[in-house]
T-cell receptor, first 116, second 113 residues
Framework: NAGVTQTPKFRVLKTGQSMTLLCAQD?????MYWYRQDPGMGLRLIHY???????AKGEVPDGYNVSRLKKQNFLLGLESAAPSQTSVYFC???????????????FGPGTRLTVL | AQTVTQSQPEMSVQEAETVTLSCTYD???????LFWYKQPPSRQMILVIR??????QNATENRFSVNFQKAAKSFSLKISDSQLGDTAMYFC??????????FGKGTLLTVNP
């Protein structure tokens, strides 16, 4: 099993450009999450999904959109990138709470995004 | 809303010694999970240890153990026999009934030879 994978690993954008980050998991998990990590801030939740076709806002959703058309994929979109969106982005997935018994989230390797 | 506080931005320890990282949290929920994640320079988030709030016994995983004080809302991580490979950023995290993780800001641990 590959676990949670993220594409791309690195990206540089110019202000105003758009892009999509792809997260894929092969563990048949229901829940998926997108976080951003900034120095001194820990990880903050952007958006999440509790199942195929559903999405919800997290702590810092502004400037981002997401889609979960297939259970195994969770896409994060930036329509018009801004320098404030320079960050490391992590995707995570989790089994249905209660099934695994511990609500553990499994993380991808991260994507470093720089917006100039 | 839940909050997680890690009051030690940086810590250092000598190899083979013991170090304790602090974490406090705030919640009104009665059942929840607490986690410690390790993030080495590779950037990968690695689960170190987990604790279920309704379990009174403190979790242990080899050299890693926690001191869970539910009434005080405290969840500290003890690393025994520290190794150079333990050098990393450590994050405390909380999840409750909404299944969303709330992270602390992290503690950078350096293990010195």
């Amino acid at each position: 099993n590959a676990g949670v994978t993220q594409t791309p690993k690195f990206r540089v954008l110019k202000t105003g450009q758009s892009m999509t980050l792809l997260c894929a998991q092969d563990m048949n998990h229901e829940y998926m999450y997108w976080y951003r990590q900034d120095p001194g801030m820990g990880l903050r939740l952007i958006h999440y999904s509790v199942g195929e076709g559903t999405t919800a806002k997290g702590e810092v959703p502004d400037g981002y959109n997401v889609s979960r058309l297939k259970k195994q994929n969770f896409l994060l979109g930036l329509e018009s990138a801004a320098p404030s969106q320079t960050s490391v982005y992590f995707c995570a997935s989790c089994d249905l709470p209660g099934l695994a018994g511990d609500n553990e989230q499994f993380f991808g390797p991260g994507t470093r995004l720089t917006v100039l | 809303a839940q909050t997680v506080t890690q009051s030690q931005p940086e810590m250092s320890v000598q190899e083979a010694e013991t170090v304790t990282l602090s974490c406090t949290y705030d919640t009104s929920e009665s059942n929840y999970y607490l986690f410690w994640y390790k993030q080495p320079p590779s950037r990968q988030m690695i689960l170190v240890i987990r604790q279920e709030a309704y379990k009174q016994q403190n979790a242990t995983e080899n050299r890693f153990s926690v001191n869970f004080q539910k009434a005080a809302k405290s969840f500290s991580l003890k690393i025994s026999d520290s190794q150079l490979g333990d050098t990393a950023m450590y994050f405390c995290a909380f999840t409750g009934s909404n299944y969303k993780l709330t992270f602390g800001k992290g503690t950078l641990l350096t293990v010195n030879p």
